[in-house]
Protein backbone atom coordinates (compact mmCIF):
# COMPACT_ATOMS: atom_id res chain seq x y z
CA UNK A 1 0.00 0.00 0.00
CA UNK A 2 1.14 3.78 -0.72
CA UNK A 3 0.34 6.17 1.64
CA UNK A 4 1.13 9.85 2.27
CA UNK A 5 4.11 10.93 3.84
CA UNK A 6 4.03 11.25 7.88
CA UNK A 7 3.67 15.37 8.44
CA UNK A 8 6.80 16.74 9.70
CA UNK A 9 5.53 19.35 11.82
CA UNK A 10 4.45 16.42 14.29
CA UNK A 11 7.45 14.62 14.15
CA UNK A 12 7.84 11.04 13.25
CA UNK A 13 9.14 10.04 16.84
CA UNK A 14 6.13 11.50 18.18
CA UNK A 15 3.97 9.56 16.52
CA UNK A 16 5.35 6.13 16.65
CA UNK A 17 5.76 7.07 20.19
CA UNK A 18 1.74 7.45 20.44
CA UNK A 19 0.83 4.50 18.25
CA UNK A 20 2.76 2.51 20.95
CA UNK A 21 1.54 4.22 23.85
CA UNK A 22 -2.00 3.58 22.50
CA UNK A 23 -1.15 0.14 21.36
CA UNK A 24 0.13 -0.59 25.48
CA UNK A 25 3.59 -1.17 24.12
CA UNK A 26 4.88 1.47 26.35
CA UNK A 27 4.70 -0.38 29.52
CA UNK A 28 3.18 -3.19 30.50
CA UNK A 29 -0.93 -3.21 31.90
CA UNK A 30 -0.10 -6.06 34.49
CA UNK A 31 -3.50 -7.26 35.63
CA UNK A 32 -5.68 -6.35 32.36
CA UNK A 33 -7.44 -9.37 31.18
CA UNK A 34 -7.47 -10.78 27.60
CA UNK A 35 -10.92 -8.69 27.08
CA UNK A 36 -9.86 -5.87 27.92
CA UNK A 37 -6.10 -6.07 26.40
CA UNK A 38 -8.15 -6.50 22.93
CA UNK A 39 -10.86 -3.76 23.58
CA UNK A 40 -8.54 -1.26 24.47
CA UNK A 41 -5.57 -1.97 21.19
CA UNK A 42 -7.28 -3.87 18.49
CA UNK A 43 -8.56 -7.37 17.25
CA UNK A 44 -5.81 -9.62 17.13
CA UNK A 45 -5.07 -11.16 13.97
CA UNK A 46 -4.75 -14.60 14.10
CA UNK A 47 -3.55 -17.29 11.08
CA UNK A 48 -2.72 -20.84 13.25
CA UNK A 49 0.19 -18.99 14.84
CA UNK A 50 1.53 -17.18 17.85
CA UNK A 51 0.71 -13.38 17.27
CA UNK A 52 -2.33 -13.56 19.56
CA UNK A 53 -0.04 -14.76 22.81
CA UNK A 54 2.78 -13.03 22.01
CA UNK A 55 0.67 -9.65 21.96
CA UNK A 56 -1.07 -10.19 24.87
CA UNK A 57 1.75 -11.56 26.67
CA UNK A 58 3.69 -8.03 25.36
CA UNK A 59 0.65 -6.09 26.76
CA UNK A 60 -0.35 -7.16 29.79
CA UNK A 61 2.14 -10.44 31.07
CA UNK A 62 -0.68 -12.43 30.21
CA UNK A 63 0.38 -16.19 29.88
CA UNK A 64 -0.85 -18.77 27.64
CA UNK A 65 -3.14 -20.81 30.10
CA UNK A 66 -4.92 -17.27 30.77
CA UNK A 67 -5.42 -16.81 27.53
CA UNK A 68 -6.84 -20.36 26.79
CA UNK A 69 -8.80 -19.82 29.45
CA UNK A 70 -10.55 -16.93 28.25
CA UNK A 71 -10.88 -18.45 25.01
CA UNK A 72 -12.50 -21.17 26.88
CA UNK A 73 -14.86 -19.09 28.66
CA UNK A 74 -15.98 -16.98 26.03
CA UNK A 75 -14.27 -13.52 27.22
CA UNK A 76 -12.53 -13.97 23.72
CA UNK A 77 -12.94 -15.61 20.92
CA UNK A 78 -11.54 -16.26 16.90
CA UNK A 79 -13.88 -15.13 14.57
CA UNK A 80 -14.23 -14.09 10.65
CA UNK A 81 -14.39 -10.29 11.36
CA UNK A 82 -13.31 -7.68 9.11
CA UNK A 83 -12.65 -8.25 5.41
CA UNK A 84 -13.85 -11.90 6.71
CA UNK A 85 -10.34 -12.43 8.01
CA UNK A 86 -9.90 -14.08 11.39
CA UNK A 87 -8.92 -11.93 14.61
CA UNK A 88 -9.39 -12.56 18.13
CA UNK A 89 -11.88 -10.51 19.68
CA UNK A 90 -13.33 -9.89 22.87
CA UNK A 91 -16.75 -10.70 23.81
CA UNK A 92 -18.47 -6.52 23.80
CA UNK A 93 -17.10 -7.10 19.99
CA UNK A 94 -18.15 -10.53 18.67
CA UNK A 95 -21.92 -8.86 17.35
CA UNK A 96 -19.99 -6.32 15.17
CA UNK A 97 -17.10 -8.51 14.45
CA UNK A 98 -19.66 -10.71 12.74
CA UNK A 99 -21.53 -7.86 10.85
CA UNK A 100 -18.48 -6.40 9.12
CA UNK A 101 -17.31 -9.69 8.30
CA UNK A 102 -20.55 -11.15 6.84
CA UNK A 103 -19.82 -9.76 2.89
CA UNK A 104 -16.86 -11.88 2.96
CA UNK A 105 -19.05 -15.54 2.71
CA UNK A 106 -22.00 -13.95 1.14
CA UNK A 107 -19.35 -12.85 -1.87
CA UNK A 108 -18.30 -16.71 -1.65
CA UNK A 109 -21.67 -17.59 -2.16
CA UNK A 110 -21.85 -15.22 -5.50
CA UNK A 111 -18.75 -16.36 -6.69
CA UNK A 112 -19.76 -20.58 -6.44
CA UNK A 113 -23.49 -19.78 -7.61
CA UNK A 114 -21.63 -17.84 -10.88
CA UNK A 115 -18.97 -20.23 -11.54
CA UNK A 116 -20.24 -23.49 -9.88
CA UNK A 117 -23.83 -23.46 -10.24
CA UNK A 118 -24.27 -23.48 -6.65
CA UNK A 119 -27.55 -22.53 -5.46
CA UNK A 120 -28.40 -20.39 -2.31
CA UNK A 121 -31.30 -22.19 -1.78
CA UNK A 122 -29.21 -25.34 -1.62
CA UNK A 123 -26.83 -23.79 0.63
CA UNK A 124 -29.32 -23.00 3.20
CA UNK A 125 -31.06 -26.12 3.46
CA UNK A 126 -27.34 -27.27 4.18
CA UNK A 127 -26.92 -24.92 7.01
CA UNK A 128 -30.56 -26.04 8.31
CA UNK A 129 -28.83 -29.65 8.31
CA UNK A 130 -25.56 -28.58 9.92
CA UNK A 131 -27.74 -26.89 12.64
CA UNK A 132 -29.53 -30.16 13.53
CA UNK A 133 -26.31 -31.86 13.74
CA UNK A 134 -24.89 -29.29 15.85
CA UNK A 135 -28.07 -28.95 17.59
CA UNK A 136 -27.02 -32.50 20.19
CA UNK A 137 -23.60 -30.90 21.17
CA UNK A 138 -20.07 -31.16 19.31
CA UNK A 139 -18.02 -29.95 18.54
CA UNK A 140 -17.67 -32.08 14.70
CA UNK A 141 -14.87 -31.12 13.17
CA UNK A 142 -15.64 -30.68 8.82
CA UNK A 143 -15.45 -34.54 8.61
CA UNK A 144 -17.65 -35.19 10.37
CA UNK A 145 -20.21 -32.79 9.86
CA UNK A 146 -20.12 -33.79 5.99
CA UNK A 147 -21.02 -37.73 7.14
CA UNK A 148 -23.22 -36.65 9.60
CA UNK A 149 -25.40 -34.60 6.98
CA UNK A 150 -24.87 -37.16 4.19
CA UNK A 151 -26.13 -36.11 0.73
CA UNK A 152 -27.10 -32.83 1.55
CA UNK A 153 -23.76 -31.46 0.99
CA UNK A 154 -22.40 -31.87 -2.95
CA UNK A 155 -18.98 -32.72 -4.25
CA UNK A 156 -18.09 -29.96 -6.60
CA UNK A 157 -15.78 -32.20 -8.85
CA UNK A 158 -12.52 -30.60 -10.39
CA UNK A 159 -13.52 -27.19 -11.31
CA UNK A 160 -14.68 -26.88 -7.51
CA UNK A 161 -11.36 -27.80 -6.83
CA UNK A 162 -9.40 -25.13 -8.86
CA UNK A 163 -11.67 -22.38 -7.19
CA UNK A 164 -10.51 -24.42 -3.76
CA UNK A 165 -13.72 -25.22 -2.85
CA UNK A 166 -14.26 -29.39 -3.08
CA UNK A 167 -17.87 -29.09 -1.29
CA UNK A 168 -20.73 -27.17 -0.42
CA UNK A 169 -19.75 -27.20 2.76
CA UNK A 170 -17.55 -24.72 3.48
CA UNK A 171 -19.80 -22.24 2.19
CA UNK A 172 -22.73 -23.11 4.34
CA UNK A 173 -20.03 -22.45 7.70
CA UNK A 174 -19.08 -19.88 6.31
CA UNK A 175 -22.79 -18.78 6.27
CA UNK A 176 -23.78 -19.97 9.82
CA UNK A 177 -20.27 -18.32 11.42
CA UNK A 178 -21.21 -14.87 10.13
CA UNK A 179 -24.52 -14.98 11.19
CA UNK A 180 -23.73 -16.27 14.63
CA UNK A 181 -25.10 -19.89 14.10
CA UNK A 182 -22.34 -21.74 15.16
CA UNK A 183 -18.23 -21.18 16.05
CA UNK A 184 -15.39 -22.52 15.34
CA UNK A 185 -13.40 -24.01 18.64
CA UNK A 186 -9.69 -25.43 18.34
CA UNK A 187 -9.89 -28.76 19.49
CA UNK A 188 -6.89 -28.21 22.15
CA UNK A 189 -7.90 -25.17 22.84
CA UNK A 190 -4.69 -23.54 21.88
CA UNK A 191 -5.31 -20.62 18.74
CA UNK A 192 -1.98 -21.30 17.61
CA UNK A 193 -2.69 -24.41 16.18
CA UNK A 194 -5.47 -24.88 13.24
CA UNK A 195 -7.37 -28.01 14.31
CA UNK A 196 -10.87 -26.97 14.74
CA UNK A 197 -14.47 -28.37 15.34
CA UNK A 198 -17.61 -26.46 15.14
CA UNK A 199 -20.15 -26.20 18.15
CA UNK A 200 -23.49 -24.59 17.99
CA UNK A 201 -24.19 -20.91 19.03
CA UNK A 202 -27.03 -18.28 18.88
CA UNK A 203 -24.82 -14.61 18.77
CA UNK A 204 -26.59 -12.05 17.91
CA UNK A 205 -25.18 -9.64 14.90
CA UNK A 206 -25.29 -6.37 15.17
CA UNK A 207 -22.96 -2.82 13.81
CA UNK A 208 -22.10 -1.17 10.96
CA UNK A 209 -19.26 0.64 9.53
CA UNK A 210 -19.64 3.75 11.77
CA UNK A 211 -19.09 1.61 14.83
CA UNK A 212 -15.94 -0.14 13.16
CA UNK A 213 -14.38 3.62 12.56
CA UNK A 214 -14.75 4.50 15.90
CA UNK A 215 -13.12 1.42 17.15
CA UNK A 216 -10.13 1.68 14.87
CA UNK A 217 -9.74 5.08 15.50
CA UNK A 218 -9.54 4.65 19.38
CA UNK A 219 -6.74 2.23 18.64
CA UNK A 220 -5.09 2.91 15.69
CA UNK A 221 -5.31 6.98 14.81
CA UNK A 222 -3.76 9.02 14.05
CA UNK A 223 -4.71 7.04 10.66
CA UNK A 224 -5.84 8.26 6.68
CA UNK A 225 -8.90 7.10 5.20
CA UNK A 226 -6.61 4.69 3.51
CA UNK A 227 -5.41 2.77 6.33
CA UNK A 228 -8.93 2.56 7.91
CA UNK A 229 -9.86 1.13 4.21
CA UNK A 230 -7.29 -1.38 4.26
CA UNK A 231 -8.19 -2.71 8.04
CA UNK A 232 -11.83 -2.82 7.21
CA UNK A 233 -12.00 -4.03 3.48
CA UNK A 234 -15.02 -1.31 2.81
CA UNK A 235 -15.33 0.86 -0.34
CA UNK A 236 -14.11 3.91 -0.49
CA UNK A 237 -17.60 5.82 -0.18
CA UNK A 238 -18.46 3.31 2.79
CA UNK A 239 -15.68 3.83 4.28
CA UNK A 240 -15.47 7.68 4.03
CA UNK A 241 -19.13 7.99 5.21
CA UNK A 242 -18.33 5.96 8.17
CA UNK A 243 -15.23 8.51 9.45
CA UNK A 244 -16.99 11.49 8.78
CA UNK A 245 -20.11 9.95 11.08
CA UNK A 246 -17.26 8.80 13.57
CA UNK A 247 -16.22 12.49 13.97
CA UNK A 248 -12.92 11.99 13.37
CA UNK A 249 -10.79 15.14 12.45
CA UNK A 250 -7.11 16.07 10.94
CA UNK A 251 -4.30 15.65 13.05
CA UNK A 252 -3.10 18.93 12.03
CA UNK A 253 -4.58 21.54 9.19
CA UNK A 254 -4.97 19.61 5.80
CA UNK A 255 -2.83 16.70 7.07
CA UNK A 256 -4.57 12.93 6.16
CA UNK A 257 -3.79 11.80 9.08
CA UNK A 258 -6.85 11.34 11.36
CA UNK A 259 -7.56 11.53 15.33
CA UNK A 260 -10.61 11.06 17.27
CA UNK A 261 -11.90 14.54 19.02
CA UNK A 262 -11.73 13.00 22.14
CA UNK A 263 -8.34 11.92 21.48
CA UNK A 264 -7.36 16.08 20.40
CA UNK A 265 -6.05 17.16 23.55
CA UNK A 266 -3.96 13.70 25.08
CA UNK A 267 -2.46 13.67 21.63
CA UNK A 268 -1.18 17.74 21.96
CA UNK A 269 0.21 16.77 25.83
CA UNK A 270 1.86 13.50 24.52
CA UNK A 271 5.61 13.06 25.26
CA UNK A 272 7.89 10.58 23.65
CA UNK A 273 9.58 8.96 26.54
CA UNK A 274 12.80 9.31 26.79
CA UNK A 275 14.04 5.78 28.31
CA UNK A 276 13.97 2.91 25.82
CA UNK A 277 11.33 0.14 26.00
CA UNK A 278 11.58 -2.89 24.28
CA UNK A 279 8.97 -5.51 23.01
CA UNK A 280 9.00 -8.52 20.81
CA UNK A 281 6.16 -9.20 18.75
CA UNK A 282 4.66 -11.32 16.30
CA UNK A 283 5.66 -9.42 12.09
CA UNK A 284 1.38 -9.40 12.11
CA UNK A 285 1.04 -7.41 15.42
CA UNK A 286 -1.79 -5.10 15.16
CA UNK A 287 0.85 -2.11 15.60
CA UNK A 288 1.70 -2.63 11.85
CA UNK A 289 -1.26 -4.77 10.61
CA UNK A 290 -3.68 -2.18 12.28
CA UNK A 291 -2.21 0.52 9.50
CA UNK A 292 -0.73 -1.88 7.14
CA UNK A 293 2.29 0.51 6.46
CA UNK A 294 5.45 -0.74 7.37
CA UNK A 295 7.33 2.43 6.55
CA UNK A 296 6.19 4.21 9.39
CA UNK A 297 7.60 2.17 11.77
CA UNK A 298 11.25 2.00 10.11
CA UNK A 299 13.99 4.98 9.56
CA UNK A 300 15.40 4.44 6.63
CA UNK A 301 18.53 3.21 6.94
CA UNK A 302 16.69 0.19 8.69
CA UNK A 303 14.19 0.21 5.81
CA UNK A 304 17.45 -0.19 2.69
CA UNK A 305 18.92 -3.78 5.18
CA UNK A 306 18.48 -6.41 2.74
CA UNK A 307 15.62 -9.18 3.57
CA UNK A 308 16.71 -12.09 5.96
CA UNK A 309 17.51 -14.82 3.52
CA UNK A 310 15.39 -13.06 1.23
CA UNK A 311 16.15 -12.60 -2.67
CA UNK A 312 19.23 -10.19 -3.94
CA UNK A 313 17.99 -6.85 -4.31
CA UNK A 314 15.07 -7.54 -1.62
CA UNK A 315 14.90 -5.21 1.35
CA UNK A 316 12.96 -5.08 4.63
CA UNK A 317 10.86 -1.62 3.88
CA UNK A 318 10.38 -2.93 0.15
CA UNK A 319 7.86 -5.59 1.88
CA UNK A 320 4.35 -4.94 2.41
CA UNK A 321 4.24 -6.76 5.62
CA UNK A 322 7.15 -8.35 7.74
CA UNK A 323 8.77 -11.53 7.25
CA UNK A 324 9.77 -11.97 10.51
CA UNK A 325 9.11 -10.91 14.01
CA UNK A 326 9.48 -7.59 14.80
CA UNK A 327 11.37 -5.81 18.30
CA UNK A 328 9.72 -2.81 18.72
CA UNK A 329 10.83 0.20 20.54
CA UNK A 330 8.55 3.39 20.97
CA UNK A 331 6.96 2.93 18.37
CA UNK A 332 9.77 2.23 16.21
CA UNK A 333 11.20 -1.15 14.80
CA UNK A 334 14.75 -1.78 15.96
CA UNK A 335 15.31 -5.46 15.29
CA UNK A 336 14.32 -8.98 14.07
CA UNK A 337 13.58 -12.31 15.72
CA UNK A 338 12.57 -15.76 15.05
CA UNK A 339 12.43 -18.70 17.28
CA UNK A 340 15.16 -21.53 17.08
CA UNK A 341 12.99 -24.91 18.56
CA UNK A 342 16.51 -26.86 18.17
CA UNK A 343 18.57 -24.69 20.86
CA UNK A 344 15.61 -23.50 22.46
CA UNK A 345 16.12 -19.83 22.00
CA UNK A 346 15.62 -16.54 20.37
CA UNK A 347 18.10 -15.62 17.19
CA UNK A 348 17.81 -12.07 16.99
CA UNK A 349 19.33 -9.27 15.06
CA UNK A 350 19.37 -5.67 16.51
CA UNK A 351 19.25 -2.29 14.79
CA UNK A 352 20.51 -0.68 17.96
CA UNK A 353 23.39 -1.30 19.88
CA UNK A 354 22.20 -3.56 22.43
CA UNK A 355 21.63 -2.75 26.01
CA UNK A 356 20.76 -4.46 29.76
CA UNK A 357 16.81 -3.34 28.66
CA UNK A 358 16.73 -5.18 25.14
CA UNK A 359 18.52 -8.09 26.50
CA UNK A 360 16.39 -8.39 29.51
CA UNK A 361 13.14 -8.27 26.72
CA UNK A 362 15.03 -11.19 24.95
CA UNK A 363 15.29 -13.13 27.89
CA UNK A 364 12.00 -12.75 28.45
CA UNK A 365 10.09 -13.28 25.94
CA UNK A 366 12.25 -16.29 25.20
CA UNK A 367 11.43 -17.81 28.16
CA UNK A 368 7.65 -17.36 27.48
CA UNK A 369 7.94 -19.33 24.32
CA UNK A 370 9.89 -21.73 25.33
CA UNK A 371 8.07 -22.87 28.54
CA UNK A 372 4.88 -22.03 27.61
CA UNK A 373 4.43 -21.79 23.69
CA UNK A 374 7.20 -24.23 22.93
CA UNK A 375 7.06 -22.34 19.49
CA UNK A 376 6.52 -18.99 17.75
CA UNK A 377 5.11 -19.42 14.40
CA UNK A 378 4.26 -16.64 12.32
CA UNK A 379 1.53 -18.71 10.44
CA UNK A 380 -0.21 -22.07 10.76
CA UNK A 381 2.33 -23.30 7.52
CA UNK A 382 5.46 -21.85 9.67
CA UNK A 383 8.23 -24.46 11.04
CA UNK A 384 11.45 -24.69 12.13
CA UNK A 385 12.51 -25.94 8.68
CA UNK A 386 11.04 -23.94 6.57
CA UNK A 387 12.35 -20.89 8.92
CA UNK A 388 15.45 -22.30 9.20
CA UNK A 389 17.09 -19.74 6.14
CA UNK A 390 16.16 -16.97 8.28
CA UNK A 391 17.30 -18.08 11.41
CA UNK A 392 20.70 -18.44 9.92
CA UNK A 393 20.20 -14.94 8.36
CA UNK A 394 19.73 -13.45 11.65
CA UNK A 395 22.28 -15.39 13.29
CA UNK A 396 25.42 -14.30 10.68
CA UNK A 397 23.79 -10.43 11.18
CA UNK A 398 24.02 -10.45 14.73
CA UNK A 399 27.34 -12.08 14.76
CA UNK A 400 28.76 -9.44 12.47
CA UNK A 401 27.22 -6.92 14.30
CA UNK A 402 29.24 -8.33 17.09
CA UNK A 403 32.47 -8.98 15.15
CA UNK A 404 32.43 -5.05 14.03
CA UNK A 405 31.98 -3.85 17.65
Known amino acids: MQHAPLPETVGVERLRAWWSHRQWLDRPRTGASAAEVLAATGWARSVGGAAPYLGLFARAGLGRAAVDAAVAGLQVHELPAARGCT ?18 PEGELAAAAKH ?21 GGPLDPTAIREA ?52 WDQ ?29 GFTAATARRAVAEAGAVPLTPGSELLLL ?34 S ?7 AARPLPAGRPGRTFGGEADPQTHLVLDRGRIVGLWEYDTERAEIVHQSFVPPDDALREAVARTEAFVRDELGDARGFSLDSPRSRAPKIAALRAAALARRQAG
Open 204 to 232: PVAGNAVDLARRYFSWAGPATLGHFRWFS
Open 261 to 294: PELVEEFAEFQVPSEPHYTLLAGIDGIHLLHRDL
Open 116 to 136: LGVGRDEVEQLCLAVERVLSD
Open 87 to 104: YVLPAADFALGLAVGAAA
Open 296 to 302: RLLDPAD
Open 149 to 200: VGDAVRPLGEAGRKRGLSTTLPLALGLMQSRGRIRRVPVNGRLDQQRYGYVG
